[in-house]
């Protein structure tokens, strides 16, 4: 019996060491086929000189290629090395949405003597905490029937529905709902997504006027009329260009026209839509204030413009015809974006060069405005990589009235910098409409950590004004804070952008 037994033991043994050999041969010989077969392709080919002088190792250049963008972020990449955000900037965003603290040990791992490094002036006497004050809300159209008391400094920057997942628009209209912030649409129309939190928000007007066109794509006044009756919608903003992508208009490939989003943008659904590269009926700068009337008489409510700086003589231009017009006539805001903005897709020459970043182009504008005696009307909003304490800090310095981020409001969604928003496969389901990797972001969740994020940078900004000594942050001036220069010494920011007339830096 136990003999037999050892022997079907010994004969299934064999068998399946036999059938092991097998496969392996077979395994092999296929590999050699497959090496073979790709062998002859890449030789014989001639689009790829890599492949026909190294075929199939060559290859190995390219997933090399693949695989080295996911993992030089987590093995090779220092703490402060990647852009657009390195690893420091990502991981305080992220542990600021998760309410994690925010304290680091041992010192800091940023070099100080880096160029255009900002150092803040702390005082002998900070303020102490029981003299520090809430902002204060801050008003913006002055002259409309229905001006907007802004509550926060820091604010979520425009983001289409359509570069952004339907759960992500969700996420953060409930999130700036709780953190008493506005939200900005982005140029893609509002959606039910925006209204559904019951935040603040702020419709956006591109130049293919999404959500508020007729049949022929020309701003409608009706459809105006339409999106200004929610009370959720405080402003509305004509988008003249964004730092990552001026002077180009969006394009809307046709298989992301769905019924929804053709019904939201006001477009035929199923065909792309190609939004064009700056509004067609604004021609010059008189053009441009007849639009701001028209859009302020028809809604009632404030009307700013957004852009990113390049050539400037034209705010002046601007600043004459207002006067001439009288100050009514003027934008109640302008954003002013930075060169080095984000977008859901943009060709790589506009991204990297063209368009001045925010360094440059806020204290320039703000000068602009304070000595044609236009800046208490004009509230001046900024944008471009601000989102940690010292950047918003840095731009309330600069001259700023608020701060709006996109990226960093993305950041407390759990974006990782796949740097994927232009492709269908966003893996954390922020800016893709694929149900299956929507599926790990849960708004609710999602909206704790928006306001989370709000909450800690809001708080650690006023840490930094209350070490300058002022009582809030809108108190911080040019002489708060300095910049490292190329020779690794500081200078204060008021010296190298004097304020026109020396005007008192107070700004409300
Ligand atoms: C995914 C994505 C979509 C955007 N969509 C718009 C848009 O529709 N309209 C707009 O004016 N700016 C858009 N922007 C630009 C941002 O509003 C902002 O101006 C720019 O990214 C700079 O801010 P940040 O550095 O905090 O991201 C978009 C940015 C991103 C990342």
Not at 471 to 494: C, F, K, Y
Request: aromatic share 8%; charged share 20%.
């Amino acid at each position: 019996m136990l003999m037999e037994e050892i022997s079907l033991i010994s004969e299934v043994t064999l068998t399946g060491i036999s059938w092991l050999t097998t496969l392996f041969i077979f395994a092999v010989g296929l590999g050699a086929l497959v090496v073979a077969v790709l062998f002859v392709i890449d030789v014989s080919q001639t689009s790829d000189a890599i492949r026909r002088n190294y075929p199939v190792v060559g290859r190995f250049r390219y997933v090399f290629m693949a695989l080295g963008e996911f993992f030089r972020q987590y093995f090779f990449a220092m703490d402060r090395e990647e852009l657009p955000f390195n690893r420091a900037e990502r991981e305080w965003a992220h542990r600021a949405a998760k309410g994690r603290g925010n304290t680091i040990a041992f010192g800091s791992t940023r070099n100080l003597a880096a160029p255009n490094t900002a150092i803040f002036v702390n005082c002998p006497f900070p303020t102490l905490d029981e003299d520090a004050v809430a902002t204060k809300t801050m008003q913006i159209g002055p002259f409309c029937r229905t001006p907007y008391d802004a509550p926060s400094f820091f604010n979520i920057s425009g983001m289409s529905y359509g570069a952004l997942s339907g759960p992500a628009v969700r996420a953060l209209s409930l999130g700036a709902k709780k953190a008493k912030c506005w939200m900005n649409t982005g140029e893609g129309g509002l959606s039910s997504f925006h209204l559904e939190g019951g935040c603040d928000i702020v419709f956006q007007i591109g130049t293919a006027k999404y959500g508020v066109r007729d049949t022929d794509g020309k701003l409608s006044d009706k459809k105006l009329q339409e999106v200004a009756a929610h009370d959720q919608v405080r402003m509305f903003e004509i988008k003249l260009s964004q730092g990552a992508k001026p002077g180009k208009g969006g394009i809307l490939p046709a298989d992301k026209v769905s019924a929804e989003i053709a019904a939201i943008r006001g477009i035929p659904e199923g065909e792309a839509s190609i939004s064009p590269n700056r509004h067609p009926e604004i021609n010059s700068v008189d053009d441009l204030l007849t639009m701001i009337k028209r859009i302020r008489d028809v809604t009632g409510k404030p009307v700013g413009i957004k852009f990113v700086v390049g050539s400037y003589g034209w705010l002046d231009v601007l600043c004459t015809k207002i006067h001439e017009r009288g100050a009514e006539s003027a934008p109640d805001f302008i954003t002013v974006d930075s060169g080095d903005g984000g977008t859901g897709a943009a060709p790589m020459p506009l991204m990297d060069n063209v368009g001045l970043v925010l360094r440059e182009s806020l204290p320039m504008v703000d000068d602009i405005l304070t000595r044609r005696d236009l800046r208490k009307r004009i509230r001046l909003i900024s944008s471009g990589k601000l989102i940690t304490p010292s950047g918003v800090a840095w731009a309330l310095c600069a001259g700023a009235d608020f701060v709006v981020s996109a990226r960093g409001f993305m950041f407390s969604l759990g974006c990782i910098q796949a740097l994927k928003c232009n492709r269908n496969t966003c893996p954390t389901g922020i800016t893709t409409h694929n149900p299956r990797l929507q599926r790990g972001l849960k708004p609710e969740r999602k909206s704790e950590r928006v306001a989370s994020y709000w909450r800690n940078i809001t708080h650690e900004v006023e840490i930094i004004a209350h070490s300058c000594g002022v009582d809030e942050p809108r108190g911080l001036n040019r002489n708060h804070v300095r910049i490292v220069q190329a020779n690794g010494l500081s200078v204060p920011m008021a010296d190298l952008h004097p304020r026109p007339g020396n005007e008192a830096e107070e700004k409300t």
